[in-house]
Structure formats: C-alpha cells, structure tokens
C-alpha cells in the first residue's frame, strides 16, 4: 500500500509544481478538447484538472481492487491488506477533494489559472504583435527572422533616452545598389523614438543609438536627417575621411545637446591634411541651438579632411585668446613686430573681440578690422605704416594661440583655407594660404573651443 500512497503524493507535487509555475516558453502540443492555439495558461489549467481526475480515478480503481480483493478474500490476512486498500483509497479521494475545497476558498480563479505577461525591459526587439524577442544590434540576413517578428520594436525607460538609428540595407551582408556612389544606392536610415517601431523592410539592417556629434549624408537632407546611406557620429577631426565618404560628402548633420553642452561645429577640406592649405568649406555649425539640424554641402568635392570641434557656448572660459603679428615668430622677436588685438591677452577681463562667433557670417575682415598695434614696439614709422594691417603685403607675421580655439584663415575669394587647431603659426609666410610675399587674405574666424 506504501507505494500507492507514494506515487499518488508524487503524482500531486508534479502536477501542483507545474500549476504554480510561470513558463515564457511557448508550448506546442496538442491536447484533445483544447481546441488550435491554446495558451501556456490553459495547457496548465488543462494539466492540473487533468491530474485531479487521474489522481481520482485511480482511488477509485484502487479502491475497488480492494473490494475484490476483500471479498475473494473471506477473511484472514489477505481481507486486511484488501482493507487498507479500500481505507486509503477513500483517504485519497477526501485529499483530493479537500484540496480543490481549499483552493477554491482561498481564491476561485486559482481554479482557472491565468498568465501575465512579464513587464518589458528596456531594449531593441523584433515583434509580431505579441511577442517580443531580443534584436541583435547586426542582422545580416532578415530571410532568417522567425516568421511574423518584421517590426523592430524600441522599449526603453523614459523620453530622455536617445532615439534609435536603423540601417536599412537592399541587400543581405549590409550592402547597396547602384546609386551617387556605386554600391551605396537604396540604403535608408529610420529614426525611431523611445517607445516607437518600425518595419524590416530590408535584406539586412543595423541599429545605433542616435548620438551627439556630426554625420555624413551621402545623398543630401531630407528634413532634419540625411537622405540615403548616412555615416555614424563623429566627434573628432580627420586628416582623412574614410570610405565612401571621403569627397563624396552631399550634407551634414549635426546633433547637439544644449543638456550635455555638446554643440558641433566643422570645416572640411579638399584635400588630406589638416596642416595644408586649400580649398575648403566655411565653418559649418548649427550654433547653440538643441537637437539636429541637417545642411547641404555646395561642393562635395571639398569633404577628404575635416576639422571637427566642441563651440564653447562661454568663450571666455576658453583661453586668452588668439595674437597676431606683424613679423614672424612675432612672440619671440622682442618689441618689434606689430600685434592685433591691442587688449592684453593675459588679461581676462580684456579680451573683447579676440574671438568670432562661428555663426557670424562676416567673422573679421582683416583689411579693416585686423590693425596691428606698435604701442610700447621698436618699429620705425615706415614700417608702421606698411604694416597696418594682417593683410597688407608681407605683414602677415605669426599667430599666437592662447587657449583652445580653431582659427581658420581664408583667402579674399573665401574658397580656400588654412585651419590652425589649438596650435600656433609660427611663420605664416611658410603656409601654404599664403603664398611669398603676397597675401591676398579675406575674413579669418577664430572660434572658441572646448
């Protein structure tokens, strides 16, 4: 009899372990009487009622084994073993029913078990609708998603979460058409929001956070974000833009946090180097202002470097400021070279327009604004007034970089350009915008950095 009430207890724990717990795995059987596409929760209710009426049928079965058994019997020990049968199968059939009393007194709907769902954590998923499975930042082959789960689902936090950057590729293994840049045609970029989707419209697709910085559009704008195949965020400059980006540069977006303090602002050249001299595209910012701002490039021709910098929103905070003399290694000639601004650079309440703001159009034009000071400087008056300016011929001496700035020196027709990047110029009769002795400058932007 001992091991009847053994596998009878065993039995119930197998069947009461499986009604209290909670599967996220999807269970594909078929059960009679279940109907199609039952739930994980009527499988369990189905198994529990189940295993109330096998637990009672065979109590039943063993209790009138017993009474066969008793009565063949008459009597002896034979009748005492067929009792015990008959005594704990009714103790069984009481347990049974005393435990469906009590379940249903403490609470009714154990009776009919229900499963809720796990509350979603922050995360990139493929979803059909119902369910969710975790998304691979890469997904090389879309044909391998499992069938129904075509949209990208974005989970996350709060609203101060970034948004979310989709690549969408035409082709598997992340690749394009023909397009402006053979293999580069038909790839889309999708932005999606902190709590939004999108669909796999793709053969192959890759997610980024949408981060602070400044990204490359290979086919121009369209509104706020790039148009076509668009590079990742970069936050640094470049002697040498890589891929296929390098002169091929249609529009720039850049993304700023007024919270983070993070505004972007960029120069590009023609051609590779940063230390050379050439043709070159005005600053390109989108000022102080938050957010993302996208803008067309004129010449794409001019995007093989790029000087890329934070803008100091408090210039004063950025240095003493920028010299410029007369003579070169105007610094160390002693009081002989002429200089601009007049202000003492080492003092800091004296620095007024040491700097130009990078979305000030005009900057300082150097023919008029740009006049060498000779106060306290052993400088003949002719040579004061040969030297009045930085653009005069042969005056353009030397700079001096007190802090951290990008200045940037363009010629009069303002197509080409020399950066100088937290970095002095020495002699700038060596550099290459201006060529011997005859300076032909325009405007000059010294811009306050981070």
Partial sequence: ??????????????????????????????????????????YIVYLFNFGISLAGGLALISFIVGA??????????????????????????????????????????????????????SGVFLTNGQQQKQCPQQYPDTSTIPSGFNTIKYVCSGSSDPALLVWMFPNANYSGTDGSVAGYGGITVKRVECGGQTGVNGSSFLWKYDTTGIYYCLDGCNGDMCSGYMSDANTSSQDNIAGPFSGNIQGVRIVNSAAKNLFYGAIFHGSAGLANGGDC?????????????????????????????????????????????????????GATAGYWPGADTTDPNNKENMYTKPDDPDS???????????????????????????????CAGSMLMGGNYLVAVYDDNGTRCQTFEKADANNFKTTQIISGEDSTLGNIYIIATQ
């Fill in 1 to 42: 009899m001992k091991k009847y009430k053994y596998l009878l207890f065993s039995a119930l724990s197998i069947i009461l372990f499986f009604a209290k717990a909670k599967f996220i795995s999807a269970m594909e059987v078929s059960l009679p009487g279940l109907g199609n596409n039952p739930t994980l929760s009527q």
């Fill in 68 to 121: 066969v058994t008793f009565i063949a019997a008459g009597g002896g020990s034979g009748a005492t073993d067929a009792k015990d049968r008959m005594i704990s199968a009714i103790l069984g059939l009481l347990i049974i029913a005393g435990s469906w009393l009590i379940i249903d007194t403490i609470n009714p709907k154990l009776e009919t078990l229900t499963l809720n769902a796990l509350p979603s954590t």
């Fill in 281 to 333: 595209t005005l600053p390109i910012t989108n000022q102080f202002n938050d957010g993302a701002k996208c803008m067309p490039i004129d010449n794409p021709n001019n995007t093989v470097a790029a000087n890329i910098v934070l803008l100091n929103k408090n210039p004063d905070t950025s240095g003493n400021g920028v010299t410029f003399y007369s003579k070169p290694w105007g610094k160390d000639t």
């Fill in 364 to 394: 300082y034009n150097v023919s008029s604004d740009m006049r060498f000071v000779y106060d306290g400087v052993d400088a003949t008056e002719a040579y004061q007034n040969e030297c009045e300016t930085f653009q005069d011929k042969g």
